[in-house]
Structures are given as C-alpha cells and as structure tokens.
Antibody, heavy 122, light 113 residues
Framework: EVQLVESGGGLVQPGGSLRLSCAAS????????MHWVRQAPGKGLVWVSRINTDGSSTTYADSVMGRFTISRDNAKNTLYLQMTGLRAEDTAVYYC???????????????WGQGTMVTVSS | DIVMTQSPDSLAVSLGERATINCKSS????????????FAWYQQKPGQSPKLLIYWASTRESGVPDRFSGSGSGTDFTLTISSLQAEDVAVYYC?????????FGGGTKVEIK
C-alpha cells in the first residue's frame, strides 16, 4: 500500500524547534519530489516547502524561509522538516505530500499523509 | 504569487442535485508549450487529509466517481458534482501548480440541504 506517515509533532514554546518526519512506503520514494503543506486549525491549505528527488534542490514559502529546512534520506525512505524559530502562527497540522509524476513536469499531490499537529504556545 | 479565489465559501445542496464550485486564478494557468492547465481540485472530508480529485483541470484521478467533473481553462475553472451523495460532504480546494509558491483557494464547504 502506498503510504506516507508523519510524526514528530507536538507542543513547543515560541522560539523553539521541532523536527517532523514523514516515512514513505509502497512506492519508489527516491523517484518523487516531496512537499510539506500545512493547515492551521479551521483554515485552508498552505504550501510550505518542496524538495527534488535527490535533495539537491529545495524551495520554501516566504513565511518559513530561513527558519525551516526540508531534507530527505532516500536510503531510509524518509522526508524531514526541521523547524526553528517557531511562532504562534506556525501552529497547524503539517502534511507531507507526494508529487504525482516522476518526470520534471509539475504535477499536483496524489498521496498525502495523515498529518501531524504542531502547536506553538507558551 | 498566483492568487486563487474560490466561490462560494459554502453551499448546501439536496441529495441527488448538482453542486457547482468556481475557482478563479489571478493569472493564466495554461502552459503554452503543452496546452495544459496546471490546475487541480482536492476534496477534504472532516478529520481527513486532502484527496486529489481532478488534475490538468479536467482529468479525474483514478478511482474518483464520474459524478465529479472539472472544466475551464486559463483563469476560470469549475468543479461540478452532478448528483450529490451523502459521502460528498467535504471542503473542496482548488490549487495551481503552474508556479512556485504553489497556492490553494480558500475552500468551499459542501453540505446537504
């Protein structure tokens, strides 16, 4: 079964750090670009970051640039999001998502994880 | 950034009736080199993660019932549920994947009247 499972969320104080993980299974992880998308409570979907297949290229939303780092370990079939300098406005469910096609053509997210909740509060 | 504007914010439709959701982008999503619209629709049921319904504006993802259809091109797009079922209660999001940052519409909540 094709699956993404996030972990690592929790309660953290403002200014703190957290590392999210996303374990992939059931497909060739190293062939797909991967993304993080977040959703604040009761709000819509917001794209956060993406990484190419070998990890050599990363892109970030302006709101997290310089604070968040996306990475991947293809040997472990795992995607990561290192979050530092966390703010109250980073509170959200964080989803990892797979870009559907394995070619360079842009494509939407065909597989999503179940999400992990990050709460930034004192 | 490309701004995606959905309408309405919510709608209530009777079972078996048609539901129509609109999405407008602030710039064209039609890529001239391949004549494809880099546009998708997702469904998010309560307590679940989003699910891809439609891509390239009108191509149904595998397994998606044919009562769901997408249309439109350029900057104006529509998702139609031809005969609403109880299991279609959800929030629907449009998304552009034409350029970074990838952006979503604000969502349309579909309920049963």
């Amino acid at each position: 079964e094709v699956q993404l499972v996030e972990s690592g969320g929790g309660l953290v104080q403002p200014g703190g750090s957290l590392r999210l993980s996303c374990a992939a299974s059931g497909f060739i992880f190293s062939s797909h670009w991967m993304h993080w998308v977040r959703q604040a409570p009761g709000k819509g979907l917001v794209w956060v970051s993406r990484i190419n297949t070998d990890g050599s290229s990363t892109t970030y939303a302006d709101s997290v640039m310089g604070r968040f780092t996306i990475s991947r370990d293809n040997a472990k079939n795992t995607l990561y999001l290192q979050m530092t300098g966390l703010r109250a406005e980073d509170t959200a469910v964080y989803y990892c998502a797979r870009r559907g096609m394995t070619t360079v053509t842009p494509f939407p997210f065909d597989i999503w994880g179940q999400g992990t909740m990050v709460t930034v509060s004192s | 950034d490309i701004v995606m504007t959905q309408s309405p914010d919510s709608l209530a439709v009777s079972l078996g009736e048609r539901a129509t959701i609109n999405c407008k982008s602030s710039q064209s999503l039609l890529y001239n080199s391949d004549n494809k619209n880099y546009f998708a629709w997702y469904q998010q049921k309560p307590g679940q993660s989003p699910k891809l319904l439609i891509y390239w504006a009108s191509t149904r993802e595998s397994g998606v019932p044919d009562r769901f259809s997408g249309s439109g091109s350029g900057t104006d797009f529509t998702l139609t549920i031809s005969s609403l079922q109880a299991e279609d209660v959800a929030v629907y999001y449009c998304q552009q994947y034409y350029s970074i940052p990838l952006t979503f519409g604000g969502g349309t909540k579909v309920e049963i009247k």
